[in-house]
């Protein structure tokens, strides 16, 4: 057989032109972190291997919408080839090139989706941001997403307010995202009356007056909430109409997540996630106080969400935290986000009650107010080590709370660490009353996340599943993401754990490291 026969026999000749540019956009370097000269010239050489790839991507325009920003030469060639499709385009103003924002402002007129990252007291910055203003002047028919966040140097907010002349003619705006800065929503109020996703930091109660209190189609918020001051107007209670509302996500105090929670006028069936932002307690006689209101608060939000009085007390969900972020502002544009198939109305979710305690916190406060024997679902974030404490005295928070989720089914632990102390404690017994009796002996399903599991954090939780094999109380299923780890240790997992361990890849270079 000769070469030219072999060639037209080759299983990739077989593909489609849709299956083939499918493929095509998998390979595009559209996420920051991939934004090096090694996978920006592998997208680019795609078009050069043969004559049907060239025409392949040449023809469609959907494979240079993420445009990335390498230098002016390739962004030109980027623009061209998209003709007239909708742009994502992410602009980080310390990083990327002048000259490249500038040739974005001929462009944001068929730009869907604007990412713009901010330094404002810094010298690139401060050149890259008048070219900035000038896109934010024009009139952007198809912008449906756009997220800003300006910053100082050090990540302290900017918290200034937007100027009136900017955003002038949003029609399609679907989802913001405001970080680090304000917007002033009388001004702007006929820029936002179809938003579906509101994601904002420094919000503050008087914002809810006018546009923010009758949003129709808003399905999805997220807000970091300022403390009012003792003069500030409050909303009156049902005044917020969201009849689509399926998601609420608030970083607060007690006090203000009272506030506004009363003042939302939502469907029950909300999956609701509160970031406790505890206030500094430095007189003990106020500690009672503070919990008087936090347990106030949780109970209400559980029985607002709960369908049955056997579920009237149970928190469902629990994360604890070391990470200082906000709420969830993480908004990654999915790589086909302008071709996605129509699908049906997905079903309604699970309504779910979710608190975050985001550590050092006063856990035995946590304790006194939590309802804990009813939490299903935890997850631990270790990724900063923990400064834990139980009033005064330094102690685990494992310690404390293992032995009071009896009713766990689901334990999510991230670690980006050699060990972990919840899979430590998990492994030693500790706190049991009896050698063989198991911490958390409910538990069925367990994700591990950011661990070197080739230290000591992997010998834990073989102990772990090997404990619970042998008392007939086996895991079903266990899920690793993101982990150094060798093929040998999944193997030894697996043979504790009733369905096959689930994970993404293995670190071959650690495991020529241990050999």
């Known amino acids: 057989m000769d070469i030219l026969a072999i060639r037209l026999q080759a299983p990739i000749r077989s593909l489609t032109d849709d299956v083939l540019l499918e493929i095509f956009m998998q390979c595009k370097p559209f996420r920051s972190n991939d934004n090096i000269p090694l ?32 230098n002016p030469t390739y962004l030109k060639t980027i623009l061209e080839r998209a003709c007239q499709a909708p742009l994502v385009l992410k602009i980080d103003t310390e990083v990327d090139d002048v000259d490249c924002i500038a040739l974005l402002e001929g462009h944001i007129y068929h730009t869907r989706y604007l990412n713009i990252a901010s330094t404002t007291d810094s010298h690139p910055s401060l050149r890259a941001f008048e070219h900035i203003k000038r896109m934010l002047q024009q009139p952007m028919p198809q912008m449906r997403g756009l997220h800003l966040r300006f910053h100082s140097v050090g ?46 930091e420094h919000f503050q109660f008087p914002d809810l007056r006018e546009v923010l209190a009758n949003m129709p189609s808003l399905r999805e918020v997220a807000v970091v909430i300022c403390d009012p001051l003792p003069d500030t107007w409050l909303p009156p209670p049902k005044s917020l109409i969201w009849p689509k509302l399926e998601s609420l996500e ?75 972020n906000t709420v969830s502002f993480d908004w990654f544009e999915d790589i086909r986000i302008h071709d996605l198939p129509k699908r049906g109305q997905d079903p309604p979710a699970p309504c779910v009650v979710s608190i975050v305690f985001t550590l050092p916190f006063h856990l035995s406060s946590a304790l006194r107010t939590m309802p804990l024997d009813g939490v299903q679902s935890l997850c631990v974030d270790e990724r900063v080590p923990w400064r834990a404490y139980s009033d005064s005295l330094p102690i685990l928070p494992s310690l404390l709370l293992l032995p009071f989720l009896r009713d766990l089914r689901v334990l999510v632990l991230r670690a980006q660490q050699k060990d972990s102390s919840i899979l430590k404690v998990m492994a030693a017994n500790d706190g049991a009353d009896t050698p063989d009796e198991l911490l958390l002996p409910q538990l069925k399903h367990l994700v591990i ?25 086996w895991l079903t299923t266990l899920t690793i993401r993101m982990c150094i780890m060798s093929s040998h240790k999944v193997a030894e997992l697996d043979t504790y754990v009733r369905q096959p361990v689930s994970w993404d890849y293995i670190s071959m270079a650690n495991v020529r490291r241990v050999v």
């Open 39 to 70: 996978h920006i010239t592998a997208w680019l050489a795609i078009p050069r291997v043969c004559r049907r790839w060239r025409a392949l991507c040449l023809s469609s325009a959907l494979y240079w919408t993420h445009v990335i920003m390498p």
């Open 155 to 200: 990540g302290r907010p900017f918290i200034q307010t937007l100027p009136d002349d900017l955003l002038p003619s949003l029609p399609a705006l679907r989802l913001i995202d405001i970080r680090g800065i304000r917007i002033d929503w009388i001004a702007n109020k006929g820029v936002f009356g179809h938003l579906t996703s509101l994601h904002l």
């Open 250 to 324: 608030f970083l607060c105090s007690p006090r203000s997540a009272r506030i506004f929670c009363d003042a939302i006028a939502a469907p029950d069936a909300v999956r609701l996630t509160w970031r406790v932002r505890e206030p500094p307690i430095q007189d003990p006689e106020t500690i009672p106080q503070h919990e008087a209101l936090l347990r106030e608060v949780l109970c209400t939000f559980i029985l607002k969400c709960s369908h049955s009085a056997m579920n009237a007390r149970r928190l469902p969900a629990l994360t604890l935290t070391t990470q200082r």
């Open 449 to 473: 996340e950011h661990m070197d599991l080739l230290m000591a954090c992997g010998d834990d939780l073989l102990d772990y599943v090997k404990r619970r094999a042998r008392t007939h109380q």
